[in-house]
Structure formats: structure tokens, C-alpha cells
């Protein structure tokens, strides 16, 4: 499935498959059970809708970091400059050039994101334990970008996906959607793709009124996140 995409963006090169040395020297053995597993199969049902709403998530993303380099003498404005290279490596991945500029290949959307699971995640190089260093925070800020994207999309009700998708960028009727649908991670629990434990190593859990929620990341996320704004003197 291809979708056009009406504005075309100016990526840098895709650096996020290229693990260095120094990275399989320092990583250490991922906790158990490791994410990898699950994460996986939460990347390998990306494809159609929810590849569309990933995009659409990314694009938002893009809008907010935006926004906070627009603040004079902001303490943001490295991660966020940073961010914004680490969500147009994504963009480079799943997009594809066409006779009419760009377009979204859904079904390039689950080959990159499993290869970004196993490449970080892999439990005998597991990133979110490394050390991270003002030369290495970009990566990590890149990696976890991208699985935090997964995670959002794959944490979304239908009607969730469905209400982006008809305001979005592509203007779509998401008709294969089904009113009041589960998640995708709450799919792949009920039809036994995902164990209890694996579930909740990809749930986000959600407190608060519809469309105010605070949203809890699986620990190891925030961990990472920690680390990640730590390294960039978030304050």
C-alpha cells in the first residue's frame, strides 16, 4: 500500500542502521524478560492505518520540536534540534520518491521499525543501559524516537487513528477501522501474539479524561528518556 505524500521534505542520510563499535563494547545484556521480543511483534503489524497514523504522529512531532527552537535561548533547543534529524532519518525510511515528489510506503513502515527493535533492543547489545555521552546522545535520542512513535500507535484505539486520519494530511476514510476497535497491543494480546508479560512491556498506561491523559511509558522507556535528557541538560 502507497500512499502520496504532498510535501516533500529534505532528509539526511538514514545513520540509525549502522551500529559502531564503540556501542557493541560498552552494551551490556538487556534485563529479563527483554522487550525485544514484544516490540518485534508490535512492529511487524505496522502496516496500513497504523503506518499512516505513525506518519501522522511523526508529522506532529516534527511541529512541536519546531516550535521550541522558535524560543530565544531556549535550554531545549539541542534535543530539539536534534530531534527534529532523528524524526527526518524516520522520514527517510518509510518514504519513497515518486513522478509526483514523495510518498509514504506503508509497507516499508514494519521492515524499519522491526530492524530499529532488534538492532537497540537486542538483548546482547541492549541500548538503554549504555552510558550516554554528549557524542552519542543523538543516537540514542534517534532510537528511542522511534520506538516511542511505535509505542504511541500501537497504544491507539481505532477511533483514535480513525478521527486523524479524515482531519490528517492524507484526508482518508479509514473504513477498514472498527468503531470503538481495540488497540493494536490490546489486539495482539486478546489473539495470543502477545503473552501477559510481553503485553506489558509495550503498553502505555493511560490516566485522566479522553484527550487529557497522562500517558506512563513501560519503565525501560522512561529510563532511557532519563538518561537521554540528562545527557542534553534538560532541565
Known sequence: MTIRRFLAVAIAPFLLLAAPAWAQKQAEAAPSPSPEAALAAVARHLSDAYALYLYESLTA?????????????????????DSLWALQIISNSILAE?????????????????????????????????????????????????LYLMLLVANATQDEIARTLRSGAFNLDPG???????????????????????????????????????????????????????AYEVP
Open 176 to 230: 477498514a477501522l472498527e468503531t470503538a476497535g481495540p488497540s493494536l497491543v490490546d489486539r495482539l494480546k486478546k489473539d495470543g501474539t502477545l503473552t501477559t508479560e510481553a503485553y506489558a512491556l509495550v503498553k502505555i498506561q493511560r490516566r485522566g479524561p479522553p484527550g487529557q491523559e497522562a500517558l506512563t511509558f513501560p519503565s525501560y522507556m522512561d529510563r532511557w528518556k532519563a538518561k537521554i535528557d540528562k
Open 61 to 81: 512531532q516534527v511541529l512541536s520540536n519546531e516550535g521550541l527552537l522558535e524560543r530565544p535561548n531556549s535550554p531545549l533547543a539541542p534535543k530539539a534540534k
Open 98 to 146: 515518486g513522478e509526483d515528489g514523495q510518498y509514504l510506503n506503508a509497507k516499508e513502515v514494519p521492515v524499519f521499525f522491526e530492524d530499529i527493535v532488534h538492532r537497540y533492543m537486542n538483548a546482547s547489545h541492549y541500548w538503554p543501559d549504555l552510558e550516554i555521552t554528549k557524542g552519542t546522545r543523538r543516537e540514542h535520542l534517534a532510537a528511542w524516537y522511534a
